[in-house]
């Protein structure tokens, strides 16, 4: 029996929904041989440099989709969230597991609240999203930018003496931190990242078989979201980093899909909102980017990229 190599990132976090699809899939095929395969990518090296000055997207991604395309793995598994909206040639999104919490959390020693920081308080964040939409909410905040891995950001949190750092529930949940205090932002307060809080499983185009394999685990729903919030990010990509969200809900057959595109500085912030059938998810991706670009969207991003 051919072994199936799964491509994963190192990190605590990735190993920790590498092994959650392995074993799921060995539920579903109890007799199947899986390994797992360790990448460092790109985001792994430079764990110092700002994600916008080291390329932004992909950095943490490239190096996987490299091995799928040169058959050394079969299957990768990424944090949606990292996974650019457009495929390289050859591959292609394959399924999508049940989506875990969507919300970010602001991470502080005692579980304060946003508005219960001190005035001018020193917050961390890697992400210009975060950063664009706190300024909004908080313009008085200092905001200083964060890398490294969970447990790295958690020292930092302390060592630095930072008020407190943002970062997406999931992982919380997912790596058990139960002692870590958090406030959690609802999706309105903070709009969370596209495909935040799941888990994408790349694969050849064609490879019907894996294809095949992987589809007992796919969660349409789950899937139907990150199709129109990936759809939404596409229309507007420029292929760097800059302040862009996406939250897509499932009601019945029904999409409500909520986006948002703001200056770094928070200063200026649109949000809209669309909604109709789940099975055009990528329509509505689109339309509702396009709404956005009717306000002014682009010249926004523009100015991102510019600075």
Same mark, same amino acid.
């Given at each position: 029996?051919?072994?199936?190599?799964?491509?994963?990132?190192?990190?605590?976090?990735?190993?920790?929904?590498?092994?959650?699809?392995?074993?799921?899939?060995?539920?579903?095929?109890?007799?199947?041989?899986?390994?797992?395969?360790?990448?460092?990518?790109?985001?792994?090296?430079?764990?110092?440099?700002?994600?916008?000055?080291?390329?932004?997207?992909?950095?943490?991604?490239?190096?996987?989709?490299?091995?799928?395309?040169?058959?050394?793995?079969?299957?990768?598994?990424?944090?949606?969230?990292?996974?650019?909206?457009?495929?390289?040639?050859?591959?292609?999104?394959?399924?999508?597991?049940?989506?875990?919490?969507?919300?970010?959390?602001?991470?502080?020693?005692?579980?304060?609240?946003?508005?219960?920081?001190?005035?001018?308080?020193?917050?961390?964040?890697?992400?210009?999203?975060?950063?664009?939409?706190?300024?909004?909410?908080?313009?008085?905040?200092?905001?200083?930018?964060?890398? %490294?891995?969970?447990?790295? #950001?958690?020292?930092?949190?302390?060592?630095?003496?930072? /008020?407190? !750092?943002?970062?997406? @529930?999931? +992982?919380?949940?997912?790596?058990?931190?139960?002692?870590?205090?958090?406030?959690?932002?609802?999706?309105?307060?903070?709009?969370?990242?596209?495909?935040?809080?799941?888990?994408?499983?790349?694969?050849?185009?064609?490879?019907?078989?894996?294809?095949?394999?992987?589809?007992?685990?796919?969660?349409?729903?789950?899937?139907?979201?990150?199709?129109?919030?990936?759809?939404?990010?596409?229309?507007?990509?420029?292929?760097?980093?800059?302040?862009?969200?996406?939250?897509?809900?499932?009601?019945?057959?029904?999409?409500?899909?909520?986006?948002?595109?703001?200056?770094?500085? %928070?200063?200026?912030?649109? #949000?809209?909102?669309?909604?109709?059938?789940?099975?055009? /998810?990528? !329509?509505?991706?689109? @339309?509702? +980017?396009?709404?956005?670009?009717?306000?002014?969207?682009?010249?926004?991003?523009?100015?991102?990229?510019?600075?």
């Amino acid at each position: 029996m051919t072994t199936i190599r799964i491509g994963t990132r190192g990190s605590q976090l990735a190993l920790w929904q590498a092994n959650y699809i392995q074993n799921t899939l060995q539920k579903e095929y109890p007799n199947q041989i899986f390994e797992q395969v360790i990448i460092k990518t790109e985001g792994d090296a430079d764990q110092k440099s700002s994600l916008t000055n080291i390329g932004g997207q992909g950095v943490f991604t490239k190096a996987i989709e490299d091995a799928l395309t040169d058959e050394r793995i079969d299957l990768a598994v990424h944090s949606l969230k990292d996974l650019p909206s457009n495929n390289p040639p050859g591959l292609e999104l394959g399924a999508v597991p049940p989506r875990a919490s969507v919300e970010d959390v602001l991470v502080t020693k005692d579980g304060s609240s946003l508005k219960t920081l001190p005035q001018k308080a020193n917050v961390a964040t890697g992400s210009l999203r975060r950063r664009s939409q706190l300024l909004n909410l908080r313009p008085d905040l200092q905001l200083h930018d964060l890398r %490294g891995n969970i447990d790295t #950001r958690l020292h930092k949190l302390h060592e630095q003496n930072f /008020a407190a !750092i943002i970062m997406a @529930k999931a +992982a919380i949940i997912r790596l058990q931190l139960n002692d870590v205090r958090y406030y959690t932002f609802s999706p309105d307060e903070m709009i969370p990242s596209v495909g935040q809080g799941a888990i994408g499983l790349q694969i050849r185009s064609g490879d019907t078989p894996i294809k095949t394999l992987i589809e007992k685990i796919n969660h349409q729903e789950s899937l139907q979201a990150v199709t129109a919030e990936r759809a939404f990010l596409n229309k507007l990509d420029s292929g760097c980093q800059f302040p862009v969200g996406a939250y897509a809900v499932i009601q019945e057959d029904s999409l409500v899909l909520k986006g948002f595109v703001g200056s770094e500085d %928070g200063r200026t912030v649109i #949000r809209e909102n669309i909604s109709g059938k789940a099975q055009n /998810a990528e !329509i509505l991706g689109h @339309k509702l +980017a396009q709404k956005l670009i009717d306000r002014g969207a682009l010249d926004i991003l523009k100015q991102c990229n510019h600075d």
